[in-house]
C-alpha cells in the first residue's frame, strides 16, 4: 500500500464508532437479497451485535422483519429513502457500517457512499456496475481516507472470489518467495445458480448509459477503468473480457476449451484495482482474465464459441430491444428463485497463475448455495461482521476500496468459518 492509501483517519473514526448506535445497519432490507442478508446475519452475527433494518417503507419494514428468525424481531428500524440525503445522513450517522443492496446503484447508490465517506462509516455492497463504482472512486476516495472509512464495493459473488481468490493466491508464493505474478487466469469450475432480477437490471442500466456516451464506453471498455491512475499503470497489450481458451495453456492439466465469464468485464476491473492500491504488489506484470469451463469433452471449443455468442446476443437485445419487450422476459428487481433453488445452488472458482520464478500454483474459492443469492448473502454479511469484530486484522487502508485491500485476511478468516473452501497451493 503506498503511502497515499494509508489510513490518517482511522482513530477518530474508531473512537467516533463507539458511541454510534448500531453496529450494522441493513439498508434495503425489504428486497430480496436484503432479507437474505439480514436472515443471515440474525443466525450468524455474534451476542450483542447492534442491527438495523433499513428502507423506505416502514411497513414493508415491518413485514420483513417479522419474517426473520430469533432476536431479530427486536431489531430497530430506520427509515431512509435514496432520493432523501438527510435520512441517508442520518442512518449513516447511526452505525458504524451500513450495508446496501438497493440499486440499480447507479441510479441508488452514489449519495449514500458519499454520507458514509464524510460520515467516517464503513460501506460494503453488491455492485458490478463499473461506471458507478467509477463515479464512488472519483467522488468519495479522498474524502474517506481523510475520514478514516472504508468504501468496499462488490462484496458478493461479485467480486469477492475473485479478488480474494487473487488475494489468497498472492500471500502463497509471497510465503514461498517465488516472486510476483503474471499470466493469471480464473476459472469458473463449476456453478448452479440463477441470474437476479437486480444484476439485470444494473446490466440494462450501465449498457443504456454507454450508449449514449461515446466516453463513458470508452472508459468502461479499459482493462483499466477502476485504476487509482491509469496513467501509472504497465502496458500489458490487448486485455480482452470475451475470450475462448484452450485449458491447457492455463494449466498443463486443464482440459477442455473455456468460454468467457459474464462477469469477466467487472471482476477484472476490481482485482487490477487491487494490484494497484497495494502499489503493484502482485506485479507489474500481472495480466488476469476470467473464463468458465464448459466440460472437457471435444465439443468444448464448440459449446465454448456457442456461450460467447449467447453472451454477445444479449448485450445485443439489451442495447437495442425495446425495454417494453425486455420486461417480459427479464427477471425484475426483487425476484429471486426458490428456497429450494437457493439451497442447491453451488460455485467453484479455480484460479492459476505462473510466478516469476517459474512455479506455478492455484488457489480456490468455494461455497455451497446460489451464488447471486444464499452464497452471496453470506459474503456480504461477512463482510460487514468482519469490519466490525475484526478491526485489528484490517488492513491498514481507507478511502474507496476492494474486498482484498478493504478488509483482506479478516474476511478470509471469517468466510472459512462460514463454510466456505478456500486455499491456495504450488501445483
Known amino acids: 500500500m503506498t503511502s497515499s492509501d494509508t489510513n490518517s483517519g482511522t482513530e477518530p473514526t474508531d473512537k467516533a464508532a463507539a458511541s454510534r448506535q448500531y453496529d ?17 446475519l440474525a443466525e450468524h452475527a455474534p451476542a450483542g451485535t447492534a442491527i ?48 446496501t443492496t438497493v440499486g440499480p446503484y447507479a441510479k441508488y447508490g ?53 479478488d480474494i481468490g487473487v488475494h489468497v493466491l498472492h500471500a502463497a508464493t509471497v510465503a514461498d518467495a517465488a516472486g510476483e505474478l503474471t499470466d493469471t487466469t480464473l476459472v469458473v469450475s463449476s456453478m448452479r445458480g440463477g441470474v437476479s432480477g437486480g444484476t439485470i437490471d444494473s446490466l440494462r442500466t450501465q449498457i443504456q448509459e454507454v450508449k449514449k456516451d461515446s466516453a463513458l464506453r470508452k472508459l468502461a471498455a479499459s482493462p ?24 491447457t495453456e492455463i494449466a498443463p492439466n486443464l482440459r477442455g476449451w473455456k468460454a468467457p465469464f459474464v462477469m469477466a468485464s467487472y471482476n477484472t476491473r476490481i482485482v487490477r ?40 446476443a444479449v448485450v445485443l437485445g439489451m442495447t437495442f430491444l425495446p425495454g417494453k419487450i425486455l420486461d417480459r422476459v427479464l427477471p425484475k428487481p426483487g425476484d429471486g428463485p426458490s428456497p429450494e433453488a437457493q439451497e442447491s445452488g453451488h460455485f467453484t472458482v479455480d484460479l492459476y497463475t505462473t510466478a516469476t520464478n517459474g512455479a506455478k500454483y492455484q488457489s480456490r474459492v468455494k461455497a455451497a448455495g446460489d451464488p447471486g443469492y444464499k452464497a452471496t448473502s453470506v459474503m456480504l454479511g461477512e463482510s460487514a461482521l468482519a469490519l466490525v469484530h475484526n478491526r485489528d486484522e484490517l488492513p491498514d487502508s481507507s478511502g474507496v476500496l476492494t474486498p482484498a485491500t478493504g478488509i483482506g485476511d479478516a474476511l478470509v478468516s471469517r468466510l472459512r468459518g462460514a463454510g466456505l473452501e478456500i486455499w491456495a497451493k504450488k501445483i
Not at 430506520?78 to 449513516?92: G, Q
Not at 495480466?287 to 466440460?295: A, C
Request: proline share 4%; aromatic share 6%; glycine share 8%.
Open 24 to 40: 450494522i445497519v441493513v439498508y434495503g432490507a425489504t428486497g430480496f437479497v436484503g432479507r437474505l442478508t439480514a436472515a443471515y
Open 273 to 312: 484495482r487491487s494490484n494497484a492500491l497495494r502499489d503493484y504488489a502482485y506485479g507489474r506484470k500481472f495480466r488476469y482474465r476470467e473464463v468458465m469451463s464448459v466440460g472437457s469433452s471435444i465439443a468444448s471449443p464448440v459449446i465454448a464459441g456457442v456461450v460467447s455468442a449467447g453472451l454477445g
Open 52 to 99: 438495523a433494518l433499513a428502507g423506505r417503507s416502514r411497513s414493508k419494514l415491518v413485514a420483513a422483519r417479522r419474517s426473520l428468525p430469533g432476536t431479530a424481531a427486536e431489531w430497530p428500524l430506520v427509515e431512509a429513502d435514496a432520493t432523501d440525503i438527510d435520512s441517508l445522513r442520518s442512518m449513516a450517522e447511526s452505525t458504524r457500517v451500513v450495508i
Open 224 to 247: 483499466y477503468s477502476l485504476s487509482p491512475d491509469r496513467s501509472l499503470e504497465p502496458d500489458l497489450g490487448r486485455q480482452s473480457d470475451v475470450t475462448l481458451v484452450n485449458g
Open 110 to 162: 452514489l449519495p449514500l457512499t458519499t454520507v458514509c465517506a464524510e460520515s467516517g462509516t464503513d460501506y460494503v455492497d453488491l455492485t458490478g456496475e463499473v461506471l458507478f463504482a467509477r463515479k464512488s472512486i472519483d467522488t468519495n476516495h479522498e474524502i474517506a481516507k481523510r475520514t478514516g472509512a472504508r468504501i468496499v464495493h462488490s462484496c458478493g459473488f461479485d467480486s469477492i472470489p475473485s
